[in-house]
Protein backbone atom coordinates (compact mmCIF):
# COMPACT_ATOMS: atom_id res chain seq x y z
CA UNK A 1 0.00 0.00 0.00
CA UNK A 2 1.66 3.71 -0.73
CA UNK A 3 1.13 6.54 1.08
CA UNK A 4 0.88 9.81 -0.14
CA UNK A 5 1.20 12.71 1.91
CA UNK A 6 0.45 16.21 0.35
CA UNK A 7 1.76 19.60 1.90
CA UNK A 8 2.81 23.22 1.06
CA UNK A 9 -1.42 24.55 0.64
CA UNK A 10 -2.44 27.84 1.97
CA UNK A 11 -3.82 31.28 1.27
CA UNK A 12 -2.56 33.16 -1.08
CA UNK A 13 -3.70 36.46 -3.13
CA UNK A 14 -5.18 36.48 -6.60
CA UNK A 15 -1.29 36.55 -9.01
CA UNK A 16 0.59 34.79 -6.54
CA UNK A 17 2.39 31.28 -6.34
CA UNK A 18 2.22 27.93 -4.31
CA UNK A 19 4.53 25.32 -4.99
CA UNK A 20 2.66 21.81 -3.62
CA UNK A 21 4.61 18.67 -2.47
CA UNK A 22 3.50 14.81 -2.21
CA UNK A 23 6.00 12.32 -0.27
CA UNK A 24 5.64 8.85 -1.15
CA UNK A 25 6.36 5.53 1.11
CA UNK A 26 8.05 2.60 -0.75
CA UNK A 27 10.76 2.24 -2.12
CA UNK A 28 9.58 1.86 -6.07
CA UNK A 29 8.44 5.20 -6.23
CA UNK A 30 10.19 5.48 -9.78
CA UNK A 31 7.93 3.69 -11.46
CA UNK A 32 4.41 5.22 -10.54
CA UNK A 33 2.33 7.58 -12.79
CA UNK A 34 1.40 10.14 -10.38
CA UNK A 35 -1.22 13.03 -10.48
CA UNK A 36 -2.62 15.81 -8.98
CA UNK A 37 -6.20 16.42 -9.03
CA UNK A 38 -8.40 18.83 -6.91
CA UNK A 39 -12.22 19.46 -5.29
CA UNK A 40 -14.41 22.14 -4.28
CA UNK A 41 -18.03 21.39 -2.20
CA UNK A 42 -20.54 21.28 -4.97
CA UNK A 43 -17.99 20.16 -7.35
CA UNK A 44 -16.70 17.14 -8.92
CA UNK A 45 -13.03 15.63 -8.55
CA UNK A 46 -11.33 17.86 -11.47
CA UNK A 47 -7.91 16.27 -12.67
CA UNK A 48 -5.54 18.74 -12.80
CA UNK A 49 -1.95 17.15 -13.57
CA UNK A 50 -0.15 13.92 -14.56
CA UNK A 51 3.06 12.79 -15.03
CA UNK A 52 5.03 8.93 -16.28
CA UNK A 53 6.73 7.48 -14.38
CA UNK A 54 10.37 9.25 -15.47
CA UNK A 55 9.18 12.25 -16.07
CA UNK A 56 8.86 12.26 -19.92
CA UNK A 57 5.36 12.82 -20.27
CA UNK A 58 2.88 15.18 -18.87
CA UNK A 59 -0.80 16.09 -19.08
CA UNK A 60 -2.22 18.86 -17.90
CA UNK A 61 -5.88 20.42 -17.98
CA UNK A 62 -6.68 23.18 -19.83
CA UNK A 63 -8.21 25.27 -16.73
CA UNK A 64 -4.27 25.06 -15.79
CA UNK A 65 -2.28 24.70 -18.86
CA UNK A 66 0.52 27.16 -18.84
CA UNK A 67 0.19 28.22 -15.39
CA UNK A 68 0.87 24.99 -13.69
CA UNK A 69 4.26 22.85 -13.59
CA UNK A 70 3.96 19.07 -12.27
CA UNK A 71 7.39 17.42 -12.00
CA UNK A 72 8.93 14.89 -9.39
CA UNK A 73 12.17 13.59 -7.97
CA UNK A 74 12.29 10.47 -7.96
CA UNK A 75 15.60 10.62 -5.83
CA UNK A 76 13.59 12.26 -2.89
CA UNK A 77 10.23 10.28 -3.18
CA UNK A 78 8.44 13.85 -4.08
CA UNK A 79 5.80 14.76 -6.45
CA UNK A 80 5.84 18.55 -6.81
CA UNK A 81 2.70 20.83 -8.17
CA UNK A 82 4.02 24.61 -8.55
CA UNK A 83 1.04 26.74 -8.76
CA UNK A 84 1.33 30.17 -10.63
CA UNK A 85 -0.62 33.13 -11.21
CA UNK A 86 -3.35 31.76 -9.22
CA UNK A 87 -6.97 32.77 -9.96
CA UNK A 88 -10.02 32.48 -7.26
CA UNK A 89 -10.99 29.95 -9.53
CA UNK A 90 -8.12 27.22 -8.00
CA UNK A 91 -9.20 27.40 -4.52
CA UNK A 92 -9.94 23.58 -3.86
CA UNK A 93 -8.67 20.90 -2.00
CA UNK A 94 -5.36 19.27 -3.59
CA UNK A 95 -4.91 15.41 -3.80
CA UNK A 96 -1.73 13.46 -4.91
CA UNK A 97 -2.56 10.32 -6.84
CA UNK A 98 -0.69 7.08 -7.89
CA UNK A 99 -0.90 4.35 -10.46
CA UNK A 100 1.69 2.58 -8.22
CA UNK A 101 1.79 -0.50 -10.57
CA UNK A 102 5.52 -1.47 -11.59
CA UNK A 103 5.92 0.57 -14.55
CA UNK A 104 9.27 0.28 -16.48
CA UNK A 105 10.54 1.14 -20.01
CA UNK A 106 9.54 3.06 -22.49
CA UNK A 107 7.25 5.92 -21.57
CA UNK A 108 4.24 6.48 -23.77
CA UNK A 109 2.84 9.67 -24.55
CA UNK A 110 0.04 10.80 -21.95
CA UNK A 111 -2.80 11.51 -23.94
CA UNK A 112 -5.70 11.00 -21.50
CA UNK A 113 -6.93 10.94 -18.44
CA UNK A 114 -8.32 7.48 -18.10
CA UNK A 115 -4.82 6.07 -19.62
CA UNK A 116 -3.38 5.35 -16.08
CA UNK A 117 -5.74 4.03 -12.91
CA UNK A 118 -5.07 6.11 -9.63
CA UNK A 119 -5.84 3.93 -6.99
CA UNK A 120 -4.19 5.55 -4.19
CA UNK A 121 -4.90 8.91 -2.65
CA UNK A 122 -3.51 11.21 -0.33
CA UNK A 123 -5.59 13.29 2.25
CA UNK A 124 -5.38 16.69 0.59
CA UNK A 125 -3.80 19.73 1.32
CA UNK A 126 -6.16 23.03 1.04
CA UNK A 127 -5.39 25.69 -1.27
CA UNK A 128 -7.08 29.14 -1.00
CA UNK A 129 -6.96 32.14 -3.33
CA UNK A 130 -8.48 35.30 -2.43
CA UNK A 131 -9.55 37.80 -4.89
Known amino acids: QVQLAESGGGLVQAGGSLRLSCVAS????????MGWFRQTPGKGRESVAA????????LYADSVKGRFTISRDNAKNTLYLQMNSLKPEDTAVYYC????????????????????????WGQGTQVIVSS
Open 51 to 58: ITWRGGST
Open 97 to 120: AADPRQHVGIEPVFTSWDQFPFTS
Open 26 to 33: GRTFSSYV
